[in-house]
DNA sequence: ACTACTATTAGTACCAAGTGCTAATCCGGA
DNA sequence: TCCGGATTAGCACTTGGTACTAATAGTAGT
């Protein structure tokens, strides 16, 4: 095998496993540790311990995010609870689908029944029924912005309902309907 | 300070920051490193590069996860194009609220909205609008099956009814229209 | 006061997985 | 045949440890 092509495979090979050593890596081409040493070097790819400390370092962070934005998607910037409430969600190519870039509704969902949940003032409010309109695509690199607004209650059925307007700049990207489900008694 | 307390303290500063070296954490609680070594012997917590791997490796499994749940939430595992197709999505605690174990809506909604995409045959199929209905809380363990019924179409106005009704063992959890909109025209 | 015990510290040899450097060897082409 | 790139080998040194032994300090028990 060639010295490029080796030096090719050797990239995607750690770009997939990161874990593999020196050592590891020369059985799998049949040449010796040196030669891998140098390849790496050419090719700038770090040593095993560096790999793993980015890998890692990576995962951090990625954790720190998917505790964030899974307890409530987007950040709520302001709460009046029962009254009103704003939240604001950067959309990154990770919300979009791959073939058009348009974000998947259920990330403008996510957002806006976050939000309606966000502005009860109930531990343990829950969504009982939405109708919700998706009315523009939003793309990667939108700052969508949400606004909740209670509407009206049923204490009776403990039943309220939550308008969600989302917006990207001027336009309405998104508007929702939630009625929720009040599980505690109002004070 | 006592032994038992800089132990516990050691672990839970690992826990937060597995990136300490032994020399950072004595310097740390201002004791020797072999201090530090036989606090880790105790306490069962391995050395750095060990906790590197770890978390690597970690971060390895989420991302082939997430890349997975967030292409489409829930496995398909049955589908014909333009008709209907089934998805199954096994609920874990990371879909649910803290407080009540009850899932979130906008992952049972996620599931549906994917299967309502996919079951279009259409690379580009977008939601228009959607009117959802939560019936019963689901919990951590229980396993959805969503089944999407591809109902109407409108060839004229690129549009299409899709009906998922999800269930849990016997019960219906969720229904839900979806009003898609097709992007490409129909052969 | 002497002993026992615990916690802490120091020091040694060793290991894995490297870097950095020098030197030797092989193999193909002008 | 001689040159040059590619490969291999060898050695000293580095990090961040393990494993083990030994010394020291302080404290409680009798």
Redesign the pocket.
């Given at each position: 095998m060639p010295?490029k092509e080796?030096q090719r495979q050797l990239g995607l090979l750690l770009e997939e496993n990161p874990f593999l050593?020196?050592?590891e890596l020369s059985e799998h081409f049949t040449?010796?540790v040196?030669?891998i040493?140098?390849d790496?070097?050419e090719g700038g790819i770090?040593?095993?311990?560096e790999r793993l400390k980015t890998v890692a370092t990576r995962t951090m962070k990625e954790e720190v995010k998917s505790l964030h934005s899974d307890e409530i998607i987007g950040d709520i910037i302001d709460i009046e609870l029962d009254k009103k409430a704003l939240s604001i969600f950067d959309v990154t190519t990770d919300h979009v689908f791959q073939r058009n870039g348009i974000t998947r509704g259920h990330h403008l969902f996510a957002q806006a029944n976050s939000l309606a949940v966000a502005v009860m003032d109930d531990d343990l409010a829950l969504t009982v029924k939405s109708t919700i309109n998706f009315l523009k695509p939003v793309k990667a690199g939108d700052r969508v912005v949400a606004r909740a607004e209670v509407k009206k209650e049923s204490l009776l059925e403990k039943r309220t309902l939550v308008e969600v307007v989302s917006t990207v700049g001027e336009e309405t990207v998104f508007t929702g309907e939630f009625y929720m489900f009040r599980t505690t008694d109002r004070k």
């Amino acid at each position: 095998m060639p010295k490029k092509e080796r030096q090719r495979q050797l990239g995607l090979l750690l770009e997939e496993n990161p874990f593999l050593t020196d050592g590891e890596l020369s059985e799998h081409f049949t040449v010796s540790v040196q030669t891998i040493r140098l390849d790496r070097l050419e090719g700038g790819i770090p040593e095993l311990r560096e790999r793993l400390k980015t890998v890692a370092t990576r995962t951090m962070k990625e954790e720190v995010k998917s505790l964030h934005s899974d307890e409530i998607i987007g950040d709520i910037i302001d709460i009046e609870l029962d009254k009103k409430a704003l939240s604001i969600f950067d959309v990154t190519t990770d919300h979009v689908f791959q073939r058009n870039g348009i974000t998947r509704g259920h990330h403008l969902f996510a957002q806006a029944n976050s939000l309606a949940v966000a502005v009860m003032d109930d531990d343990l409010a829950l969504t009982v029924k939405s109708t919700i309109n998706f009315l523009k695509p939003v793309k990667a690199g939108d700052r969508v912005v949400a606004r909740a607004e209670v509407k009206k209650e049923s204490l009776l059925e403990k039943r309220t309902l939550v308008e969600v307007v989302s917006t990207v700049g001027e336009e309405t990207v998104f508007t929702g309907e939630f009625y929720m489900f009040r599980t505690t008694d109002r004070k």
